[in-house]
């Protein structure tokens, strides 16, 4: 229980802001194909598979939702205030994590070198993503109804499929896509905007979070099915995949305080804005957490 719930509150937090997946702490906290598969079970005709698929999303859940709400009220913010020490920090989670999930991984990547082409496709595809996001692709201003139109009502649904798919593969992470396509801050503000705004009966950020709900749904259905197959018939071309990513997304780190979307874009992280502490503390972070979850494992069993 412990486990599911803390799970599910370092993925929210993860989720919140660009960076590391949700997907890569499941991973890193042994959850992952559980996870998948109690997606994927949901909607199973057998009554037991949907009955622990329930259960394990519930516990899972909890802990979302308790991480998702602490992070758009607060971390959100000190993300774009802090762009180059949060960086530096994302830095750290990734190549700590990179090492941890070929270990993991090593049975289903030894001697299969053959599928390092899905590491470098992998690799290309999120630096494209990264380089387009700062000279052809739109953003949205925000969520709050009157302040978009029909264009970017579908741009916000499309770009909702895409950015679950990142959360729940073990690589970039979804806010990083919402980054690059110019929507995260419009989506954090609107998550905030309307937890604030029910105190007061103010839903006027209800339909642009709704349109963006749609997506997620409509994006998890279609990224979950691919991978409880492709997991099950290839899983060394798909964690290669995953790698290649992951590699990629520390480019997009680097490029994410430029990214148009912010509120003040700034100069990509360098050298000169750099923070090692702060990446020593991502570093130590990512260890922490593999050892916590060996202890829970441990303990139960």
């Not at 194909?33 to 519930?58: N, P, T, Y």
């Not at 082409?117 to 009157?146: E, M, N, Q, R």
């Not at 499309?158 to 110019?182: D, E, H, K, R, Y």
């Not at 018939?233 to 680097?254: C, D, Q």
Request: aromatic content about 12%; overall charge positive; proline content about 3%.
């Amino acid at each position: 229980m412990l486990l599911r719930f803390l799970g599910g509150f370092l993925m929210a937090l993860a989720d919140s802001v660009p960076g590391v997946s949700g997907g890569t702490i499941a991973y890193i906290m042994g959850i992952y194909d559980e996870f998948i598969g109690s997606l994927h079970d949901i909607a199973s005709r057998d009554k037991e598979k949907r009955k622990k698929a329930v259960f394990f999303l519930i516990k899972l859940g909890c802990g979302w939702i308790i991480g998702m709400v602490l992070a758009s009220l607060i971390i959100a913010s000190v993300f774009e205030a802090h762009i180059y020490v949060m960086s530096s920090l994302f830095i750290g989670f990734i190549l700590a994590s990179i090492p941890l999930i070929i270990i993991d991984e090593k049975d289903c990547l030894k001697g299969k070198y053959i599928n390092l082409i899905w590491a470098v496709l992998g690799f290309a595809l999120v630096c494209g993503v990264t380089y387009l996001s700062t000279h052809v692709l739109p953003g949205v201003d925000s969520l709050k109804w009157g302040e978009f139109d029909a264009i970017q009502g579908v741009y916000i649904f499309l770009v909702a499929a895409l950015a679950i798919c990142a959360m729940v593969l073990p690589g970039i992470s979804g806010s990083t896509i919402m980054l690059i396509f110019g929507i995260y801050g419009a989506v954090m503000e609107g998550i905030k905007g309307f937890i604030k705004g029910a105190l007061h009966l103010d839903f006027s950020y209800f339909m642009g979070l709704f349109i963006f709900g749609m997506g997620v749904i409509v994006g998890i259905c279609t990224i979950v099915r691919v991978l409880k197959v492709t997991l099950a018939k290839n899983r060394s071309a798909v964690t290669y995949f995953i790698v290649g990513m992951m590699v990629a997304s520390l480019y997009a780190v680097v490029m994410g305080p430029a990214s148009p979307s912010l509120e003040n874009p700034s100069a990509p992280l360098s050298l000169d804005t750099f923070s090692i502490i702060w990446f020593v503390i991502g570093i130590g972070c990512i260890v922490g957490l593999q050892f916590l979850k060996m202890k829970l494992v441990k303990k139960n069993g």
